[in-house]
């Protein structure tokens, strides 16, 4: 376990073998300091609550020290192209800050979204990938533009707490939101369910699939774990019988780079693809997910978030101790 970049570099048993580790930090069971005298490397690209919090935590916790850098703030601003002239706003290179870094810490997180302007630029990762080939010590994947793994093992982690190693139906929907946003999160849970062996079903309007190169993968995991794919465009089916709901709003491929008309097409979505009462009741007592921050009101509402079927707080718990089973596992 040289990085830990996307869930499906790793076995289901290598997933199994983290959620099983999690559960013993979480409950107590292993008080071990694997990073005891040695630091982690933060760095974010992008703003951050829950992964910045739960990391620096699970660092202490583990014995370690936290090292935040944010380029362009706390840190110079970065480029990561080769053979680029810097001649306009960019400071320092990441083949230097790499190297730098990496002869002060242990290991190192990055967090760098996509920027909504060109997929087929973005979905290949350049500045993740930068710090891949520069770095000798392991990289943590803390949101880029294709996945979220850290808050996906936390979502596997949430679905084994409540319902154990059963297969499940699992939803997850689209959800209508003022902007379009990126694709990570759903990307990486899709991947994740699919690996853990679930049924998964994918609802969202037409014309807002996911990247067909990831569903692809998607459906090859799901084979071979013995779960399923299914996809609708029906919101008034989609929650048909399912135990797992999670929400999520993406943007469309079709005017990716183009937000106002993203925004303008959008809009007639606003009211139906909402997670409200009704749809709630025709699951099969179905716990709710969302990774947050979420909109009240906007992807679901207060009654729904507010439930006892609700697990968003979990979730959030439960990054922290996925996190400190990734780290351990790294530095051993």
């Known amino acids: 376990m040289k990085n830990f970049l996307k869930t499906s570099d790793f076995s289901r048993e290598a997933i199994e073998e983290l959620i099983e580790a999690a559960l013993r930090f979480k409950s107590g069971e292993d008080s071990s300091k694997p990073l005891s005298g040695k630091s982690v490397a933060l760095v974010f690209f992008n703003p951050s609550l829950r992964t910045r919090a739960s990391m620096q935590v699970g660092i202490y916790e583990l014995g370690g020290n936290s090292v935040i850098l944010e380029p362009g703030s706390t840190s110079w601003t ?34 760098t979204f996509a920027n909504l302007q060109n997929w087929e630029a ?43 190693k059963k297969k499940k139906k699992v939803l997850l929907t689209w959800a209508w939101h003022p902007k379009p946003l990126p694709m990570a999160v759903p990307n990486s849970f ?8 679930h049924d998964l079903r ?49 943007g ?43 909109r009240r009101n906007v992807i679901v509402t207060d009654a729904i978030i507010d439930s006892a079927n609700s697990v968003v707080i979990d979730e959030a718990e439960n990054r922290l101790h996925i996190q400190k089973a990734i780290l351990a596992k790294l530095i051993k």
């Open 78 to 111: 970065l480029e990561h192209r080769e053979n680029v002239v810097m001649d306009t706003d960019k400071t320092e290179h990441l083949k230097e800050f790499v190297r730098v870094l990496e002869r002060y810490v242990s290991i190192v997180g990055v967090r």
């Open 122 to 164: 973005e979905r290949i990762e350049p500045i993740l990938s930068a710090f891949e080939k520069y770095s000798t010590k392991p990289v943590i994947n803390l949101e880029s533009a294709m996945h979220h793994p850290c808050q996906a093992l936390a979502d596997m982690l949430t679905i084994r707490e409540k319902f154990g």
């Open 190 to 197: 899709a991947l994740a369910t699919a690996q853990m062996g």
């Open 202 to 250: 994918i609802a969202h309007p037409k014309g807002f699939e996911l990247d067909s190169e990831l569903l692809s993968e998607v459906e090859r995991q799901a084979k071979e774990n013995g779960g399923s794919v299914e996809y609708t465009s029906d919101i008034n089916e989609a929650f048909e019988d399912v135990e797992v709901v999670y929400a999520k709003s993406w």
């Open 252 to 294: 469309s491929f079709q005017n990716y780079g183009d937000a106002e008309k993203e925004i303008k097409e959008r809009e007639v979505y606003r009211k139906d693809w909402i997670v409200d009462e009704a749809k709630m009741a025709q699951t099969d007592s179905a716990i709710f997910m969302h990774c947050l921050p979420v």
